[in-house]
């Protein structure tokens, strides 16, 4: 799976996402976006979601220092062999869809979320805008 150059439009990963059975809508989510800031308020919504006793995805765009650093439940770090059986199925999944780096991941959230069964997920947005990958969630 190559990534392909950005599509500005949500029909390459609706698409994706359908096939994969739509994990995206299993779960309430915020998104979190704006011009600066996003990271650490992502972070905030997390830990107060928690605090509550919540079980909660967060995904965060860009890591730092390490992939592993981007999909996080409860804190706890996406494992090597969870990502790289989650890019597999999602590889699977998106024969002829061309995607971009972003949406490959942001999909490999939304289905780690789902099956680590997350009450609720908090995606920090890539570029931001109605055409963002992180979108198709069921933001609250």
């Not at 490999?108 to 009450?119: G, M, T």
Request: overall charge positive.
């Amino acid at each position: 799976m190559k990534p392909s150059r950005m599509n500005l439009s949500l029909t390459n990963i609706g698409a994706l996402y359908e096939r994969m059975g739509d994990p995206q809508r299993r779960y309430p989510a915020v998104l979190v976006a704006g011009t600066n800031g996003k990271g650490s308020v992502t972070t905030y919504v997390s830990c107060v979601l928690r605090a509550a006793g919540l079980r909660v995805g967060t995904y965060y765009s860009p890591h730092l220092f390490r992939l592993h650093e981007r999909i996080r439940v409860d804190g706890d770090e996406i494992s090597s062999r969870d990502l790289d059986r989650l890019a597999g199925m999602v590889r699977a999944r998106a024969r002829s869809i061309p995607l971009t780096y972003f949406e490959i991941l942001t999909a490999i959230a939304a289905r780690y979320f789902y099956e680590k069964r997350v009450d609720a997920a908090v995606f920090e947005v890539g570029l931001g805008g109605r055409l963002d990958a992180t979108n198709p969630v069921t933001a609250v």
